[in-house]
C-alpha cells in the first residue's frame, strides 16, 4: 500500500518562504510522477508543479518562485516556496502516478494535505 506523508506547512508572512516535503512508501518511488496540488477554501483543487524522471512543470501563478525537486534515495519530493502571497493560502497535496501530468486524474495516490497559510 502506497502511503505520502507531507510535512512542512504552516503560517508564513507574505514574502516568505516554506519548503515541503512528501515522504513516499510501498512503491519504486524513482519511476513514477510526482505531484504538487493546492486547495484553497471554496475552490477546486489545482496543480502547482510536478516532476518526472525527465520534465518539470509549474503552474503559471508560482513559475519563479517555487521549486520542485525530488530525491529518489529519500523517496521523497519537496517544494520550495519563496516570495509567498496570500492567494497561496491553501491545503497542499502531493500525490504519485504513473500518468502525472497537470490535472489531478493522472495520480493514483494522494496525501493527506498539509496547510499554508500566508498573512499580509
Known amino acids: 500500500q502506497v502511503q505520502l506523508i507531507e510535512s512542512g506547512g504552516g503560517l508564513v508572512q507574505a514574502g516568505g518562504s516554506l519548503r515541503l516535503s512528501c515522504a513516499a512508501s510501498g512503491r519504486t518511488f524513482g519511476y513514477y510522477a510526482m505531484g504538487w496540488f493546492r486547495q484553497a477554501a471554496g475552490k477546486e483543487r489545482e496543480f502547482v508543479a510536478s516532476?518526472?524522471?525527465?520534465?518539470?512543470y509549474y503552474a503559471d501563478s508560482v513559475k519563479d518562485r517555487f521549486s520542485i525537486s525530488r530525491d529518489n534515495t529519500k523517496n521523497t519530493v519537496y517544494l520550495q516556496m519563496n516570495s509567498l502571497k496570500p492567494e497561496d493560502t491553501a491545503v497542499y497535496y502531493c500525490a504519485l502516478g504513473s500518468g502525472g501530468g497537470t490535472y489531478p486524474n493522472g495520480y493514483d495516490y494522494w496525501g493527506q494535505g498539509t496547510q499554508v497559510t500566508v498573512s499580509s
Open positions: 516532476t518526472t524522471r525527465n520534465s518539470i
